[in-house]
């Protein structure tokens, strides 16, 4: 038996029509999956399904706001119509920008938390009722923030903080159901619009290159293989995890990390 066989399986990606979200929805795809996407833009909606199409995959998707709680419902229960409970659910929507504390609206601060981590709550909240049980899988998208604070970045450090911390008590609170429920920390990943936004310059990605412990970015491909993995029956046993694919960050360290850097 193929662990990694998802053929006639519901999966449905909120914020899946760029970057790593992207490529986890297409992994499934590549895997057979059914795949729903659902994001703020039609128009990348609309592109992301028929790239997904085009290869063959069964897809759909629905443009809504994660802090919109009634479009979010209406999404999911659209996607569920189409393609019956829910077996995997990715929220992986996000905001973020470099900003000084002091340099920061509350507005601004409000618009990240209320992306990463009222959206994560929205999204998981209103599909609760529509995924498999038992067996349904969630995964949420986090970030080395969420672990180890960083200048320029409060509001993500608070969000994602508490994106970890709703999936370890969603995973008590929703075990009884059959379902699990984890996190995955990318760490910086080739090619995304984060990366973009942190590191806009060549000087600026090679210092983020050398402060990773395997001298290297990441792959979308490589998120989207932990995903894989954790969907699958071999993390059958495996709920209210944070696993990050990061090569090294999360462990070393912002201070270890700075040391790593000059050497």
């Known amino acids: 038996m193929n662990p990694f ?36 833009s039609q128009p990348r909606v609309d592109a992301a399904v028929a790239s997904l199409k085009a290869t063959g995959a069964r897809a759909i998707g629905r ?23 829910i077996d995997v659910l990715i929220s992986g929507a996000a905001g973020n920008f470099p900003a000084a504390a002091l340099g920061m609206s509350p507005n601004g601060f409000k618009a990240v938390v209320d992306i990463d981590l009222l959206g994560t709550f929205n999204v998981l909240r209103s599909a609760h009722h529509l995924l ?18 960083q200048a320029l970045q409060a509001h993500v450090c608070a969000a994602k903080a ?19 429920v984890n996190s995955i920390i990318p760490g910086p990943i080739a090619d995304t619009e984060g ?23 990441g792959s979308k491909r490589e998120v989207a293989d932990l995903a894989l993995f954790l969907a699958s029956p071999l993390a059958n046993y ?11 960050v999360t462990a070393a360290g912002p201070r270890t990390l700075a040391l790593v850097a000059e050497k």
């Open 195 to 217: 990366m973009a936004r942190l590191a806009p310059t060549a000087e600026a990605k090679e210092t983020a290159r050398q402060r990773v412990p395997l001298r290297r970015f």
């Open 63 to 85: 443009s809504a706001d994660v802090r919109d709680p009634a479009a979010v419902a209406a999404a999911l229960q659209a996607a569920h119509a189409e393609f019956g409970e």
């Open 5 to 40: 066989d998802f053929a006639g399986r519901h999966v449905f990606v909120a914020g899946g029509t760029s970057g790593i979200n992207l490529g986890i929805a297409e992994a499934f795809a590549e895997h057979g999956a059914k795949v729903a996407v659902m994001s703020r």
């Open 238 to 248: 495996i709920t209210g995890a944070i696993v990050p694919v990061d090569g090294g």
């Open 132 to 149: 498999k049980k038992p067996g349904a899988s969630i995964i949420n998208i986090s970030a080395p923030q969420a672990v180890h604070p």
């Open 162 to 180: 508490g994106v970890d911390m709703l999936t370890r008590v969603l995973a008590i609170e929703w075990g009884g159901d059959g379902i699990r």
